[in-house]
């Protein structure tokens, strides 16, 4: 096996983990074969970290954003709620005033009616 191909198959099997299990000592051996190919592995890893590092502040930028996104739009749904239950108290407060308003009518049309038939009722007994 060659050094690339090696290299590629201690690669393959880290990333899947089962590093180092053909010899023989099953999940034990991948320190074992690591610090043999601590070289090899060293140069490898701290790419993959870089990479992993910049993946990470990539997904968390993402994150951020996408809950920046979500808490801006939590926020005018929030503000149109509250203004739709502000029209909606607006609303049912004018619709309670004119309620009052067309009461104090009908009372006063029932007060008028009543002196009109008193007034009636009084100018037969007196004729």
């Known amino acids: 096996m060659s050094f690339k191909d090696e290299q590629e198959y201690y690669r393959r099997g880290f990333e899947h ?15 074992i074969t690591a610090f043999r190919d601590g070289h090899k592995l060293g140069l490898e890893a701290r790419r993959g970290d870089e990479e992993d590092a910049a993946e990470l502040a990539a997904a968390t930028d993402r994150r951020r954003q996408r809950e920046g996104n979500e808490r801006r739009r939590q926020e005018e749904s929030d503000r149109r709620v509250s203004r ?44």
């Open 84 to 127: 739709w239950r502000q029209r909606e108290e607006r609303r049912l407060a004018h619709e309670e005033y004119e309620a009052a308003a067309r009461a104090r009518q009908s009372y006063a049309a029932v007060f008028v009616l009543a002196f009109l038939v008193a007034s009636a009722f009084f100018f037969l007994v007196m004729s």
């Open 17 to 31: 983990g089962r590093y180092g299990t053909p010899h023989g000592l099953g999940n034990d051996a991948w320190y």
